[in-house]
Protein backbone atom coordinates (compact mmCIF):
# COMPACT_ATOMS: atom_id res chain seq x y z
CA UNK A 1 0.00 0.00 0.00
CA UNK A 2 1.10 3.60 -1.13
CA UNK A 3 2.24 5.32 1.94
CA UNK A 4 2.66 9.18 1.92
CA UNK A 5 4.26 11.74 4.21
CA UNK A 6 4.10 15.33 5.51
CA UNK A 7 6.27 17.82 4.00
CA UNK A 8 8.19 20.16 6.41
CA UNK A 9 11.16 21.80 6.66
CA UNK A 10 11.66 20.63 3.14
CA UNK A 11 11.90 17.09 4.29
CA UNK A 12 9.58 13.98 3.78
CA UNK A 13 8.56 13.39 7.71
CA UNK A 14 6.60 10.73 9.74
CA UNK A 15 3.52 12.21 12.09
CA UNK A 16 4.89 12.67 15.27
CA UNK A 17 1.81 10.28 16.45
CA UNK A 18 3.48 7.39 14.31
CA UNK A 19 0.35 6.34 13.11
CA UNK A 20 -1.83 6.46 9.53
CA UNK A 21 -5.43 6.33 8.39
CA UNK A 22 -6.91 4.93 5.01
CA UNK A 23 -7.18 6.81 1.79
CA UNK A 24 -9.60 4.99 0.14
CA UNK A 25 -10.56 4.75 -3.37
CA UNK A 26 -14.45 5.65 -3.88
CA UNK A 27 -14.67 3.61 -7.34
CA UNK A 28 -13.87 0.74 -5.84
CA UNK A 29 -14.37 1.38 -2.13
CA UNK A 30 -11.84 0.28 -0.57
CA UNK A 31 -8.40 1.33 1.00
CA UNK A 32 -5.43 2.35 -1.17
CA UNK A 33 -2.76 4.43 0.79
CA UNK A 34 -2.09 5.68 4.11
CA UNK A 35 -1.90 8.99 5.18
CA UNK A 36 -0.21 10.63 8.41
CA UNK A 37 -2.60 11.16 11.26
CA UNK A 38 -1.36 14.58 11.80
CA UNK A 39 -1.65 16.60 15.34
CA UNK A 40 -1.07 19.57 17.31
CA UNK A 41 2.84 18.88 17.18
CA UNK A 42 3.20 17.96 13.30
CA UNK A 43 1.47 21.65 12.67
CA UNK A 44 4.22 23.04 15.35
CA UNK A 45 6.58 21.91 13.64
CA UNK A 46 5.62 22.96 10.30
CA UNK A 47 4.74 26.37 11.65
CA UNK A 48 7.84 26.80 12.88
CA UNK A 49 9.81 25.91 10.03
CA UNK A 50 7.19 28.41 7.80
CA UNK A 51 8.44 31.03 10.31
CA UNK A 52 12.08 30.15 10.23
CA UNK A 53 12.03 29.95 6.17
CA UNK A 54 9.94 33.64 5.91
CA UNK A 55 12.60 36.26 6.66
CA UNK A 56 14.92 35.21 3.77
CA UNK A 57 11.70 34.33 1.46
CA UNK A 58 10.24 37.76 1.90
CA UNK A 59 13.50 39.26 1.05
CA UNK A 60 13.57 37.05 -2.27
CA UNK A 61 13.22 38.85 -5.41
CA UNK A 62 10.09 38.91 -7.38
CA UNK A 63 11.87 37.59 -10.17
CA UNK A 64 13.65 34.41 -8.08
CA UNK A 65 10.23 34.19 -6.80
CA UNK A 66 8.85 33.52 -10.15
CA UNK A 67 11.63 31.72 -11.68
CA UNK A 68 10.68 29.14 -8.98
CA UNK A 69 6.95 29.13 -9.16
CA UNK A 70 7.24 28.61 -12.84
CA UNK A 71 9.58 25.72 -12.76
CA UNK A 72 6.62 24.09 -10.26
CA UNK A 73 3.90 25.00 -13.07
CA UNK A 74 6.42 23.18 -15.26
CA UNK A 75 6.70 20.22 -13.01
CA UNK A 76 3.01 19.74 -12.70
CA UNK A 77 2.87 19.78 -16.26
CA UNK A 78 5.56 17.35 -16.74
CA UNK A 79 3.65 14.82 -14.97
CA UNK A 80 -0.19 15.63 -16.16
CA UNK A 81 -0.88 12.46 -16.83
CA UNK A 82 0.16 10.56 -14.19
CA UNK A 83 -1.05 13.52 -12.04
CA UNK A 84 -4.65 13.17 -13.44
CA UNK A 85 -4.79 9.48 -13.13
CA UNK A 86 -4.12 9.76 -9.49
CA UNK A 87 -6.47 12.89 -8.76
CA UNK A 88 -9.19 10.18 -10.86
CA UNK A 89 -8.42 7.93 -8.14
CA UNK A 90 -8.02 9.65 -5.21
CA UNK A 91 -11.50 11.99 -6.06
CA UNK A 92 -13.60 9.38 -8.05
CA UNK A 93 -13.98 11.95 -10.76
CA UNK A 94 -13.69 11.29 -14.38
CA UNK A 95 -9.51 11.10 -15.69
CA UNK A 96 -10.60 13.07 -18.83
CA UNK A 97 -12.54 15.70 -16.41
CA UNK A 98 -8.91 15.65 -14.45
CA UNK A 99 -6.85 15.79 -17.62
CA UNK A 100 -8.54 18.47 -19.27
CA UNK A 101 -9.62 20.91 -16.07
CA UNK A 102 -7.99 20.15 -12.60
CA UNK A 103 -4.56 19.72 -13.63
CA UNK A 104 -4.14 22.43 -16.51
CA UNK A 105 -5.45 24.47 -13.95
CA UNK A 106 -3.52 23.82 -10.77
CA UNK A 107 -0.65 24.62 -13.45
CA UNK A 108 -2.23 28.09 -14.70
CA UNK A 109 -2.56 29.04 -10.73
CA UNK A 110 1.38 28.82 -11.00
CA UNK A 111 1.71 30.56 -14.16
CA UNK A 112 -0.71 33.18 -13.17
CA UNK A 113 0.73 34.06 -10.04
CA UNK A 114 4.20 34.04 -11.13
CA UNK A 115 4.15 36.56 -13.76
CA UNK A 116 1.86 38.75 -11.75
CA UNK A 117 3.84 39.64 -9.48
CA UNK A 118 6.58 40.90 -12.17
CA UNK A 119 3.64 43.82 -13.06
CA UNK A 120 2.93 44.57 -9.14
CA UNK A 121 2.24 48.46 -9.06
CA UNK A 122 1.69 50.34 -6.06
CA UNK A 123 -0.63 53.32 -5.23
CA UNK A 124 0.62 56.91 -4.94
CA UNK A 125 -1.67 59.98 -3.24
CA UNK A 126 -0.34 63.28 -4.02
CA UNK A 127 -2.10 65.64 -1.03
CA UNK A 128 -2.90 69.12 -2.59
CA UNK A 129 -0.45 70.44 -0.27
CA UNK A 130 1.80 69.27 2.28
CA UNK A 131 1.80 65.20 1.43
CA UNK A 132 3.21 62.54 -0.61
CA UNK A 133 2.05 59.04 0.19
CA UNK A 134 2.88 55.79 -0.97
CA UNK A 135 1.35 52.18 -0.01
CA UNK A 136 4.12 49.82 0.60
CA UNK A 137 2.28 46.08 0.11
CA UNK A 138 4.33 43.46 2.04
CA UNK A 139 3.70 39.80 2.84
CA UNK A 140 2.24 38.61 5.52
CA UNK A 141 4.51 36.02 6.74
CA UNK A 142 3.60 32.22 7.94
CA UNK A 143 -0.27 31.38 6.42
CA UNK A 144 -2.43 29.01 6.74
CA UNK A 145 -4.09 27.29 3.13
CA UNK A 146 -7.37 25.17 4.10
CA UNK A 147 -8.76 23.32 1.02
CA UNK A 148 -11.49 20.81 0.52
CA UNK A 149 -11.63 17.17 -1.47
CA UNK A 150 -13.94 18.32 -4.53
CA UNK A 151 -10.91 19.89 -6.87
CA UNK A 152 -7.91 18.63 -4.66
CA UNK A 153 -4.90 20.19 -6.43
CA UNK A 154 -6.78 22.46 -8.28
CA UNK A 155 -8.08 24.60 -5.39
CA UNK A 156 -4.85 24.14 -3.02
CA UNK A 157 -2.66 25.57 -5.73
CA UNK A 158 -5.05 28.25 -6.06
CA UNK A 159 -4.14 29.66 -2.72
CA UNK A 160 -0.44 28.19 -2.30
CA UNK A 161 0.07 30.14 -5.68
CA UNK A 162 -0.71 33.56 -4.75
CA UNK A 163 0.06 32.97 -1.54
CA UNK A 164 3.95 32.07 -1.93
CA UNK A 165 4.23 34.56 -5.13
CA UNK A 166 3.52 37.78 -2.63
CA UNK A 167 6.50 36.12 -0.16
CA UNK A 168 4.68 34.49 2.33
CA UNK A 169 5.21 31.33 3.63
CA UNK A 170 2.99 28.42 4.08
CA UNK A 171 1.41 25.55 5.94
CA UNK A 172 -1.00 23.75 3.67
CA UNK A 173 -3.85 21.16 5.28
CA UNK A 174 -5.48 19.46 2.00
CA UNK A 175 -8.71 17.28 2.69
CA UNK A 176 -7.99 14.39 4.89
CA UNK A 177 -10.31 11.83 1.60
CA UNK A 178 -7.93 13.57 -1.26
CA UNK A 179 -4.64 14.33 0.06
CA UNK A 180 -3.15 12.29 -2.84
CA UNK A 181 -2.19 15.39 -6.00
CA UNK A 182 -0.89 17.76 -2.84
CA UNK A 183 1.83 14.79 -1.53
CA UNK A 184 3.02 14.92 -5.25
CA UNK A 185 3.01 18.59 -5.14
CA UNK A 186 5.55 18.52 -2.48
CA UNK A 187 7.68 16.33 -4.22
CA UNK A 188 7.33 18.80 -7.01
CA UNK A 189 8.60 21.43 -5.02
CA UNK A 190 11.21 19.83 -3.86
CA UNK A 191 12.80 19.11 -7.13
CA UNK A 192 11.90 22.57 -8.57
CA UNK A 193 14.02 24.18 -5.47
CA UNK A 194 11.87 25.59 -2.85
CA UNK A 195 14.16 26.70 -0.09
CA UNK A 196 13.20 24.05 2.88
CA UNK A 197 10.56 25.66 5.31
CA UNK A 198 8.44 27.79 2.49
CA UNK A 199 5.75 25.56 1.67
CA UNK A 200 4.90 22.59 4.45
CA UNK A 201 2.28 20.39 3.64
CA UNK A 202 0.30 18.70 7.10
CA UNK A 203 -2.09 16.03 6.49
CA UNK A 204 -5.09 14.79 8.64
CA UNK A 205 -7.78 15.38 10.01
CA UNK A 206 -9.71 19.05 10.10
CA UNK A 207 -11.02 19.17 13.45
CA UNK A 208 -7.55 17.77 14.57
CA UNK A 209 -4.90 19.72 12.15
CA UNK A 210 -7.45 22.68 11.79
CA UNK A 211 -7.47 24.53 15.35
CA UNK A 212 -3.46 24.15 15.93
CA UNK A 213 -3.06 25.76 12.34
CA UNK A 214 -5.36 28.38 12.28
CA UNK A 215 -5.38 29.14 15.70
CA UNK A 216 -1.55 29.37 16.04
CA UNK A 217 -0.19 32.87 16.96
CA UNK A 218 2.31 32.91 14.04
CA UNK A 219 -0.36 32.33 11.46
CA UNK A 220 -0.94 35.61 10.32
CA UNK A 221 -3.86 34.87 7.65
CA UNK A 222 -6.26 31.77 7.14
CA UNK A 223 -7.39 31.06 3.48
CA UNK A 224 -10.55 28.80 3.45
CA UNK A 225 -12.51 26.55 1.10
CA UNK A 226 -14.62 24.25 2.31
CA UNK A 227 -18.27 23.89 4.12
CA UNK A 228 -20.26 26.80 5.81
CA UNK A 229 -20.05 24.99 8.79
CA UNK A 230 -16.39 24.65 9.19
CA UNK A 231 -16.22 28.23 7.71
CA UNK A 232 -17.80 29.59 10.57
CA UNK A 233 -15.46 27.47 13.21
CA UNK A 234 -12.71 29.15 11.62
CA UNK A 235 -13.91 32.16 11.66
CA UNK A 236 -15.04 31.76 15.62
CA UNK A 237 -11.40 30.39 16.37
CA UNK A 238 -9.71 33.25 14.14
CA UNK A 239 -11.51 36.70 14.54
CA UNK A 240 -10.84 37.19 18.53
CA UNK A 241 -6.96 36.68 17.50
CA UNK A 242 -7.36 39.31 14.05
CA UNK A 243 -6.02 37.27 11.32
CA UNK A 244 -6.82 38.16 7.66
CA UNK A 245 -9.18 35.46 6.59
CA UNK A 246 -11.08 34.70 3.32
CA UNK A 247 -13.77 31.83 3.35
CA UNK A 248 -14.72 30.46 0.24
CA UNK A 249 -17.48 28.34 1.36
CA UNK A 250 -20.49 26.42 0.05
CA UNK A 251 -23.65 27.38 -2.73
CA UNK A 252 -26.72 26.36 -3.16
CA UNK A 253 -26.90 28.17 -6.78
CA UNK A 254 -29.81 29.00 -8.81
CA UNK A 255 -29.74 28.42 -12.56
CA UNK A 256 -32.15 30.64 -13.93
CA UNK A 257 -33.75 29.41 -17.33
CA UNK A 258 -36.25 32.08 -19.52
CA UNK A 259 -38.84 30.75 -22.07
CA UNK A 260 -36.66 32.97 -24.67
CA UNK A 261 -33.22 30.92 -24.41
CA UNK A 262 -31.48 29.02 -26.61
CA UNK A 263 -32.32 26.07 -25.19
CA UNK A 264 -29.56 23.57 -27.12
CA UNK A 265 -27.22 25.64 -25.49
CA UNK A 266 -28.87 25.78 -22.02
CA UNK A 267 -29.52 22.37 -21.49
CA UNK A 268 -26.27 21.38 -22.86
CA UNK A 269 -24.43 23.62 -20.12
CA UNK A 270 -27.37 23.22 -17.60
CA UNK A 271 -26.07 19.38 -17.64
CA UNK A 272 -22.49 20.14 -17.14
CA UNK A 273 -23.26 22.56 -14.21
CA UNK A 274 -25.61 20.46 -12.78
CA UNK A 275 -23.81 16.81 -12.44
CA UNK A 276 -19.82 17.73 -13.67
CA UNK A 277 -17.63 16.17 -11.15
CA UNK A 278 -20.78 14.33 -9.63
CA UNK A 279 -22.64 17.54 -8.65
CA UNK A 280 -19.79 17.78 -6.57
CA UNK A 281 -18.57 21.61 -7.45
CA UNK A 282 -19.32 24.54 -5.36
CA UNK A 283 -20.85 26.44 -8.65
CA UNK A 284 -22.76 23.99 -8.95
CA UNK A 285 -26.24 24.98 -10.23
CA UNK A 286 -28.65 22.55 -8.01
CA UNK A 287 -31.86 24.54 -8.16
CA UNK A 288 -32.84 25.01 -11.89
CA UNK A 289 -35.96 27.66 -12.06
CA UNK A 290 -37.44 27.74 -15.22
CA UNK A 291 -39.92 30.38 -16.96
CA UNK A 292 -43.69 28.45 -16.73
CA UNK A 293 -44.10 28.17 -20.55
CA UNK A 294 -40.84 26.83 -20.79
CA UNK A 295 -41.18 24.36 -17.96
CA UNK A 296 -42.92 21.06 -19.36
CA UNK A 297 -40.75 20.92 -22.52
CA UNK A 298 -37.11 21.54 -20.84
CA UNK A 299 -38.18 19.15 -17.99
CA UNK A 300 -38.65 16.85 -20.56
CA UNK A 301 -35.47 17.11 -22.73
CA UNK A 302 -33.32 17.54 -19.40
CA UNK A 303 -34.39 14.78 -17.42
CA UNK A 304 -33.48 12.57 -21.15
CA UNK A 305 -30.58 14.47 -21.65
CA UNK A 306 -29.16 13.59 -17.97
CA UNK A 307 -29.88 10.11 -18.59
CA UNK A 308 -27.49 10.08 -21.55
CA UNK A 309 -24.83 11.02 -19.49
CA UNK A 310 -22.26 8.20 -19.39
CA UNK A 311 -21.49 6.52 -15.27
CA UNK A 312 -18.55 4.35 -15.59
CA UNK A 313 -15.04 3.67 -14.17
CA UNK A 314 -13.16 6.73 -13.06
CA UNK A 315 -10.33 5.58 -15.32
CA UNK A 316 -12.14 5.07 -18.69
CA UNK A 317 -11.50 8.21 -20.64
CA UNK A 318 -15.28 8.24 -21.67
CA UNK A 319 -16.46 8.13 -18.49
CA UNK A 320 -18.92 11.27 -17.92
CA UNK A 321 -20.01 10.73 -14.54
CA UNK A 322 -17.65 8.83 -11.89
CA UNK A 323 -17.68 8.06 -8.33
CA UNK A 324 -18.82 10.12 -4.85
CA UNK A 325 -15.67 10.99 -3.28
CA UNK A 326 -16.47 8.62 0.07
CA UNK A 327 -19.12 6.60 1.88
CA UNK A 328 -20.05 9.27 4.50
CA UNK A 329 -20.78 11.53 1.36
CA UNK A 330 -22.71 8.91 -0.41
CA UNK A 331 -25.00 8.35 2.30
CA UNK A 332 -25.38 11.89 3.00
CA UNK A 333 -26.63 13.07 -0.65
CA UNK A 334 -28.33 9.07 -0.57
CA UNK A 335 -30.18 11.14 2.14
CA UNK A 336 -31.26 13.85 1.27
CA UNK A 337 -32.62 11.82 -2.22
CA UNK A 338 -34.85 9.91 0.50
CA UNK A 339 -35.67 13.52 2.24
CA UNK A 340 -36.74 14.89 -1.01
CA UNK A 341 -39.39 12.21 -1.64
CA UNK A 342 -40.90 12.51 2.06
CA UNK A 343 -41.18 16.35 1.31
CA UNK A 344 -43.40 15.61 -1.87
CA UNK A 345 -41.00 15.72 -4.24
CA UNK A 346 -40.95 13.26 -7.05
CA UNK A 347 -37.55 12.23 -8.74
CA UNK A 348 -37.89 11.93 -12.45
CA UNK A 349 -34.58 10.41 -12.80
CA UNK A 350 -31.76 8.47 -11.41
CA UNK A 351 -32.42 8.60 -7.10
CA UNK A 352 -30.48 5.37 -6.25
CA UNK A 353 -27.05 3.57 -7.66
CA UNK A 354 -26.67 2.24 -11.00
CA UNK A 355 -26.09 -0.95 -11.77
CA UNK A 356 -22.28 -2.27 -11.23
CA UNK A 357 -20.65 0.16 -13.37
CA UNK A 358 -17.71 -2.57 -13.93
CA UNK A 359 -16.33 -5.40 -12.26
CA UNK A 360 -13.44 -3.24 -10.78
CA UNK A 361 -15.76 -0.81 -9.60
CA UNK A 362 -18.47 -3.18 -8.12
CA UNK A 363 -17.72 -2.18 -4.84
CA UNK A 364 -17.76 2.16 -5.84
CA UNK A 365 -20.22 5.23 -4.70
CA UNK A 366 -22.05 5.66 -7.37
CA UNK A 367 -25.23 7.58 -7.91
CA UNK A 368 -27.12 8.10 -10.99
CA UNK A 369 -27.83 11.80 -12.21
CA UNK A 370 -30.78 12.53 -10.01
CA UNK A 371 -33.96 15.14 -10.97
CA UNK A 372 -36.35 15.50 -9.32
CA UNK A 373 -39.89 18.39 -9.43
CA UNK A 374 -42.36 19.33 -7.25
CA UNK A 375 -40.76 21.18 -4.35
CA UNK A 376 -41.54 23.96 -2.83
CA UNK A 377 -38.22 26.48 -2.37
CA UNK A 378 -38.70 26.39 1.19
CA UNK A 379 -38.27 22.67 1.88
CA UNK A 380 -35.02 21.55 3.46
CA UNK A 381 -33.90 19.47 -0.26
CA UNK A 382 -33.47 23.37 -1.74
CA UNK A 383 -32.35 25.25 1.07
CA UNK A 384 -29.25 22.89 2.15
CA UNK A 385 -26.78 22.25 -0.01
CA UNK A 386 -26.18 18.51 -1.13
CA UNK A 387 -22.86 18.45 -2.84
CA UNK A 388 -23.54 15.83 -5.05
CA UNK A 389 -25.37 14.66 -8.57
CA UNK A 390 -29.07 16.04 -7.60
CA UNK A 391 -30.93 19.27 -8.99
CA UNK A 392 -34.19 20.10 -8.57
CA UNK A 393 -36.43 21.81 -11.39
CA UNK A 394 -38.91 24.34 -10.10
CA UNK A 395 -41.10 26.89 -12.43
CA UNK A 396 -41.52 30.63 -12.21
CA UNK A 397 -43.90 33.18 -13.55
CA UNK A 398 -42.57 36.45 -13.45
CA UNK A 399 -39.03 37.93 -13.53
CA UNK A 400 -39.78 38.80 -10.29
CA UNK A 401 -40.57 35.93 -9.30
CA UNK A 402 -37.63 34.40 -10.47
CA UNK A 403 -35.28 36.24 -8.59
CA UNK A 404 -36.90 35.82 -5.31
CA UNK A 405 -36.83 32.28 -5.61
CA UNK A 406 -32.68 32.17 -6.81
CA UNK A 407 -32.46 34.95 -3.79
CA UNK A 408 -34.29 32.57 -1.05
CA UNK A 409 -31.64 30.60 0.27
CA UNK A 410 -28.91 31.38 2.48
CA UNK A 411 -26.48 30.96 0.69
CA UNK A 412 -24.93 33.35 -2.62
CA UNK A 413 -22.02 31.61 -4.20
CA UNK A 414 -22.80 31.94 -7.78
CA UNK A 415 -25.87 31.64 -10.67
CA UNK A 416 -26.22 31.70 -13.77
CA UNK A 417 -28.86 32.98 -15.95
CA UNK A 418 -30.21 32.01 -19.84
CA UNK A 419 -32.00 34.70 -21.93
CA UNK A 420 -31.77 36.51 -25.26
CA UNK A 421 -32.83 39.39 -23.80
CA UNK A 422 -29.96 41.93 -23.11
CA UNK A 423 -31.59 44.17 -21.02
CA UNK A 424 -33.23 41.34 -18.89
CA UNK A 425 -29.86 39.74 -18.77
CA UNK A 426 -28.55 41.90 -17.32
CA UNK A 427 -31.31 43.35 -14.80
CA UNK A 428 -31.29 39.94 -13.03
CA UNK A 429 -27.83 39.33 -12.94
CA UNK A 430 -27.71 43.34 -10.93
CA UNK A 431 -30.62 41.77 -8.66
CA UNK A 432 -29.11 38.25 -7.86
CA UNK A 433 -27.07 37.79 -4.66
CA UNK A 434 -24.65 35.74 -5.56
CA UNK A 435 -20.74 36.80 -6.15
CA UNK A 436 -20.31 35.50 -9.65
CA UNK A 437 -23.44 35.66 -12.02
CA UNK A 438 -22.79 33.79 -15.49
CA UNK A 439 -25.26 35.09 -18.48
CA UNK A 440 -25.65 32.50 -20.93
CA UNK A 441 -22.31 30.08 -19.74
CA UNK A 442 -21.49 28.56 -16.27
CA UNK A 443 -17.67 28.06 -15.55
CA UNK A 444 -16.18 30.20 -17.45
CA UNK A 445 -13.28 31.19 -15.14
CA UNK A 446 -10.54 34.14 -15.95
CA UNK A 447 -8.42 34.08 -13.00
CA UNK A 448 -7.87 37.77 -12.84
CA UNK A 449 -11.98 38.36 -11.89
CA UNK A 450 -12.90 38.36 -7.67
CA UNK A 451 -13.58 35.30 -6.85
CA UNK A 452 -16.11 34.64 -3.81
CA UNK A 453 -19.41 34.45 -2.03
CA UNK A 454 -21.92 36.40 -0.62
CA UNK A 455 -24.40 35.69 2.92
CA UNK A 456 -23.06 32.06 3.89
CA UNK A 457 -20.95 31.58 0.66
CA UNK A 458 -18.07 33.48 2.83
CA UNK A 459 -16.40 36.66 2.97
CA UNK A 460 -13.58 38.12 1.12
CA UNK A 461 -12.48 37.43 -2.32
CA UNK A 462 -9.72 35.62 -4.27
CA UNK A 463 -8.68 35.67 -7.48
CA UNK A 464 -6.32 38.42 -9.21
CA UNK A 465 -5.54 41.06 -7.89
CA UNK A 466 -7.68 40.08 -4.78
CA UNK A 467 -5.61 37.24 -3.89
CA UNK A 468 -2.65 39.41 -4.47
CA UNK A 469 -3.93 42.00 -1.71
CA UNK A 470 -5.25 39.14 0.37
CA UNK A 471 -1.92 38.17 0.83
CA UNK A 472 -0.19 41.57 1.56
CA UNK A 473 -0.65 44.31 4.14
CA UNK A 474 -0.49 47.58 2.92
CA UNK A 475 1.21 50.00 4.44
CA UNK A 476 0.61 53.79 4.20
CA UNK A 477 3.93 56.16 4.04
CA UNK A 478 3.32 60.12 3.82
CA UNK A 479 6.39 62.04 3.14
CA UNK A 480 6.18 66.31 3.77
CA UNK A 481 6.68 67.93 1.21
P1 LIG B 1 -15.07 20.84 4.87
O1 LIG B 1 -15.50 22.16 5.37
O2 LIG B 1 -15.53 19.61 5.60
O3 LIG B 1 -13.49 20.73 4.80
C1 LIG B 1 -12.68 21.64 4.10
C2 LIG B 1 -11.27 21.58 4.66
O4 LIG B 1 -11.28 22.03 6.01
C3 LIG B 1 -10.70 20.16 4.71
O5 LIG B 1 -9.32 20.21 4.48
C4 LIG B 1 -11.01 19.77 6.13
O6 LIG B 1 -10.21 18.72 6.56
C5 LIG B 1 -10.70 21.05 6.86
N1 LIG B 1 -11.29 21.19 8.18
C6 LIG B 1 -12.31 20.49 8.74
N2 LIG B 1 -12.55 20.93 9.99
C7 LIG B 1 -11.68 21.95 10.23
C8 LIG B 1 -11.44 22.84 11.33
N3 LIG B 1 -12.15 22.77 12.45
N4 LIG B 1 -10.47 23.78 11.20
C9 LIG B 1 -9.75 23.87 10.07
N5 LIG B 1 -9.93 23.06 9.01
C10 LIG B 1 -10.88 22.12 9.08
O7 LIG B 1 -15.52 20.80 3.35
P2 LIG B 1 -15.45 19.57 2.38
O8 LIG B 1 -14.04 19.07 2.29
O9 LIG B 1 -16.54 18.61 2.72
O10 LIG B 1 -15.75 20.28 0.97
C11 LIG B 1 -17.01 20.51 0.48
C12 LIG B 1 -17.47 21.93 0.78
O11 LIG B 1 -16.56 22.86 0.23
C13 LIG B 1 -18.81 22.24 0.16
O12 LIG B 1 -19.60 22.92 1.09
C14 LIG B 1 -18.45 23.16 -1.00
O13 LIG B 1 -19.48 24.02 -1.38
C15 LIG B 1 -17.30 23.88 -0.45
N6 LIG B 1 -16.52 24.47 -1.53
C16 LIG B 1 -16.53 25.82 -1.71
C17 LIG B 1 -15.86 26.40 -2.77
C18 LIG B 1 -15.82 27.87 -2.98
O14 LIG B 1 -14.96 28.32 -3.74
N7 LIG B 1 -16.69 28.66 -2.38
C19 LIG B 1 -15.14 25.57 -3.75
C20 LIG B 1 -15.18 24.16 -3.45
C21 LIG B 1 -15.86 23.65 -2.38
P3 LIG B 1 -10.76 17.21 6.47
O15 LIG B 1 -11.22 16.97 5.08
O16 LIG B 1 -9.57 16.45 6.81
O17 LIG B 1 -11.88 17.13 7.46
Excluded at 279 to 296: D, M, T
Excluded at 351 to 372: A, H, L, Q, W
Excluded at 421 to 445: K, Y
Aim: net charge negative; proline share 7%; hydrophobic share 40%.
Amino acid sequence: MIRIQHFIDGAFVEPHSGTYFDDVDPAQGKPYAEVPDGDADDVERAVASAKAAFPAWSQTSAAERSRLLLAIADGIEREIDELSRIESIDNGKPITLARSSDLPRAVANFRFFATAILHAHSELHVADRGGLNYTLRRPLGVVACISPWNLPLYLLTWKIAPALATGNTVVAKPSEITPMTAFHLSRIVEAAGLPPGVLNVVHGFGPKVGPPLTGHPDVRAVSFTGGTATGGLIAAEVAPKFKKLSLELGGKNPNVVFADADMDETIKTSLRSSFQNQGQICLCGSRILVEKSAYPAFVERFVAAAQTLRQGDPLDPATEQGAIVSKPHFDKVMSYIALAKKEGGTVLCGGSPPGSVNDRCKDGFFISPTVIVDLPMSCRTNQEEIFGPVVTITPFATEDEAISLANGTTYGLSASVWTQNLARAHRVADRIEAGTVWINCWMVRDLRVPFGGVKGSGVGREGGEDSLRFFTEPKNVCVKT
